[in-house]
């Protein structure tokens, strides 16, 4: 029996759809947006999903690939000094972690005051750490990943806007005070290249063979932080071309999916989630409050260390303002795989309720 012929036509429009996602991510690089290849994806698919007439969607095998290389990226970020950094302060630290999970998960909750939010919808809308990991392992997880991209990257893009004006205004920052972080040259794109393949290619069936949730991108994920810590990897890290093509695959799936229904409901709840969004940002900097008094650290410290969000906007920060960047870096890497980790179990709890 032959196999079923590609459609040409259906080929052209998945290819002038990924064009048109790589123009709008390259227009949006250039005007500052965070996260600008998932955004690029995600405005590119919204755009065709209301426009088109028939449904296209991005192969199973390409969602698990995104997902995947997301998970070494995020991986990749956690090694011995920067966990080191925490030091004798690691209670207070994980006490804070996870007042800041039950802090964001009960603020997802709130989002269920807007008919059409599921709890999980409003949870994974709501969870500060891995914006991209969330919004990749969301629809797997029984989520709204179209309402769950908007709203977590909405968060991120209001605290890349306020958080250098809150850091001067409140905490007395000085912006000329420290220095642009030097980052350490790595063994070049073809180990990273290496590595990335070799973290997913092994780290999904293994995550498959000890029934992970999201095996796509936990198992890659808790296999790159494993090979950093140990010293495998030797610095390698995801390729910047092949980590931007993870995001935009993501993004153009999550927009591929939206209807005029789905967009009104994203619409209608932006109001809450926006007050929502600014409870949140405010509850986590009195989080950060608690850090610097139970730690020592500074004020400033610990609101960067808190802000729930934007870890590379926080890190230009803190660098720039002569914070404890290591220090804050440390943090904002324990919570995001505290987050990403507590996700699938969040999801099912709520499910169950």
């Given amino acids: 029996m032959r196999a079923a012929r590609p459609d040409p036509r259906r080929l052209a429009d998945g290819a002038l759809v990924v064009a048109g996602a790589a123009g709008a991510a390259v227009l949006l690089d250039l005007a500052g947006v965070p996260s600008p290849a998932l955004f690029g994806g995600l405005l590119a698919g919204l755009v065709r999903g209301l426009a088109g007439r028939r449904a296209l969607d991005v192969p199973?095998?390409?969602t698990?690939?995104?997902?995947?290389?997301?998970?070494?990226?995020?991986?990749?970020?956690?090694?011995?000094?920067?966990?080191?950094?925490?030091?004798?302060d690691a209670v207070p630290v994980l006490l804070v972690t996870?007042?800041?999970?039950?802090?964001?998960?009960?603020?997802?909750?709130?989002?269920?005051?807007?008919?059409?939010?599921?709890?999980?919808?409003?949870?994974?809308?709501?969870?500060?750490?891995?914006?991209?990991?969330?919004?990749?392992?969301?629809?797997?997880?029984?989520?709204?990943?179209?309402?769950?991209?908007?709203?977590?990257y909405l968060r991120v893009l209001l605290i890349v806007v306020l958080m250098p004006v809150v850091a001067t205004a409140v905490y007395g920052a000085d912006p000329g005070a420290g220095t642009t972080a030097a980052t350490p040259d790595g063994p070049g794109w073809p180990a990273g290249l290496l590595f990335t393949a070799a973290c997913a290619l092994a780290g999904y069936p293994l995550a498959r063979l000890v029934r992970l949730p999201v095996p796509a991108l936990l198992g890659p994920l808790l296999l790159a932080a494993a090979a950093d810590l140990s010293g495998l990897s030797g610095g390698a890290d995801v390729p910047a071309a092949v980590e931007a093509a993870a995001f935009l695959l993501i993004g153009l799936q999550v927009g591929l999916r939206f209807t005029v229904a789905s967009l009104r409901t994203v619409g209608r709840a932006l109001p809450l989630a926006l007050a929502i969004i600014v409870g949140l940002v405010v509850a986590c900097a009195g989080l950060g409050e608690v850090l610097a008094a139970s730690t020592g650290v500074s004020r400033l410290d610990g609101y960067l260390a808190t802000t729930p969000g934007g870890l590379y906007a926080v890190l230009a920060t803190a660098t720039g303002t002569g914070a404890d960047a290591t220090f804050v870096l440390a943090v904002q890497v324990l919570r995001l795989f505290v987050m990403l980790l507590a996700a699938p179990l969040v999801a099912r709890r709520l499910r169950r309720t």
């Fill in 60 to 62: 199973r095998a390409g």
């Fill in 98 to 152: 996870l007042a800041t999970l039950l802090l964001t998960v009960g603020a997802g909750l709130l989002l269920r005051l807007q008919p059409g939010i599921s709890p999980v919808t409003g949870a994974f809308a709501m969870i500060a750490g891995g914006a991209s990991g969330i919004t990749a392992m969301a629809r797997d997880l029984g989520a709204d990943d179209r309402m769950v991209a908007v709203l977590q």
């Fill in 64 to 88: 698990m690939a995104a997902q995947a290389v997301v998970g070494v990226s995020i991986g990749a970020l956690v090694d011995l000094d920067t966990l080191a950094a925490i030091g004798e």
